[in-house]
Every structure is written in structure tokens, then in C-alpha cells.
């Protein structure tokens, strides 16, 4: 390994642990709630949209679930507004931590954890856009481990950009509808998103038919997630 190598991949430690302390210490995570969409979002015009936009890409840059930001967006924009901008907020993140990855990690996770890199790329590359919308569209994993994963690994950043936008999508509308608090029977808007939720799961398993013949369910997504946890 290389010192240029070796220096990236020390600065990715230091900056992952300055960045944990530096969010315990400001409370950030637990400042992002429905008081500050009241304060500093709801009836700000445009200024309220765009730092709605520019803290949502930052915390699930850096590990917020991205549903808070789409009940957040659902409750301060109301539901067809707050799903786009907690989408648009939601795929910023996932560039961000993706770009951050690949510009400053790679070099090192590969070179010390080539076996881990090598599964990720087995499992993506292939049909990087169907198999990224296939992890997103299952109901787990880490959205920073799954960004973080695929920066270091091969995969092309518009198929996987592209593919998470798409896979986001039934989520951040399930989180919108709830958050919007919109006038329809509580008992419906719950059944809006279970039926959502549904076709999103019907939809994965029907990419991993189509892709992955001849192996198990549970080998695929053990694999996508030992990988990721590299």
C-alpha cells in the first residue's frame, strides 16, 4: 500500500470519527424534528426550501433514516411538495456520501479488504441499475452503509444514483402521506401505505427473479450486506 493510499484512507477514519463527535456534541440528529420545521421552515418561501433541502441531504448524508426527512417534508410541505423536496434532499445525501467514498476511500478499502469489494462488485455489476433499485426497494439495510459500500466499490455513480432515486421513491411517499397529516380518514391513509409498501416489496422480489436465477433470496441480500459491512 502506498502512502497516498494509506493517507486517504486514515483521513476517511479521522473525518468518520471527528464527524460522530461533532454530532453528539451539537445535537443535530435530535434538532431536526417538528419544532424546527414550525421555526425555521414552514411559511419561509423559498429560503425554508432550500435549507430544508441543504440539512436533509446533510443528515442522510451522514446517516439520518431518510423516512424522517420524508415525514418531515410530508408535514411541513404538505404531500406532493414535501415528497419531492425530501426525495431531492434524500438523493443529495446519496451523492454526497457515495462521492465521498469513492474520492477518498477506495484506494484503501480495497486495498486491505479486497475479498469484501469483490462481492459487492459481484453483486452490482451486472445490472447495477436493476440491483440498486432492488436494495433499495427492500424494507432494510443502512442507506450510509449501502452509500458508503458502493462508493468503494466498482459501480458506475449514474446507474446507482439513478437506480436509488427511483428505489426511494415508494418510501419517501409512504413517510410524506403520514407526515402531511392530509384530510382523508386516518384508516385510509394507512392503507394507502401499506399497499404502497406492498407494491414496493413485490417489485423487489420481482427485479430479483429477473436478475439473480438460480440463487436464494437470502444468499443475495446476506451477500449485499456482508459486502456492505465492509
Known sequence: MNLKIL???????ASLVALGYA???????????????DSDIRGKGLTGDLLFLAVGAIATAIGMPRQVIAFLGGYAFGFAEGSALALTATVFGC??????????GRGFVVSRFPNRVRKIDDFLKDNPFSMTLLIRLLPAGSNLVTNLAAGVSGV?????????AIGYIPQTVIFALIGSGITIDTTLRIGISVVLFVIS?????????????GK???ETVERQIDGADA
Open 7 to 13: 493517507f486517504r484512507g486514515l483521513l476517511v477514519i
Open 23 to 37: 454530532l453528539q456534541a451539537s445535537g443535530l440528529g435530535s434538532s431536526i424534528d417538528k419544532t424546527w420545521i
Open 156 to 164: 458506475g455513480a449514474v446507474a446507482f444514483v439513478s437506480g436509488s
Open 95 to 104: 451523492i454526497a456520501a457515495f462521492t465521498y467514498a469513492r474520492l477518498l
Open 201 to 213: 416489496g413485490i417489485l423487489g422480489v420481482h427485479l430479483y427473479r429477473k436478475h439473480r436465477h
Open 216 to 218: 436464494s433470496f437470502d
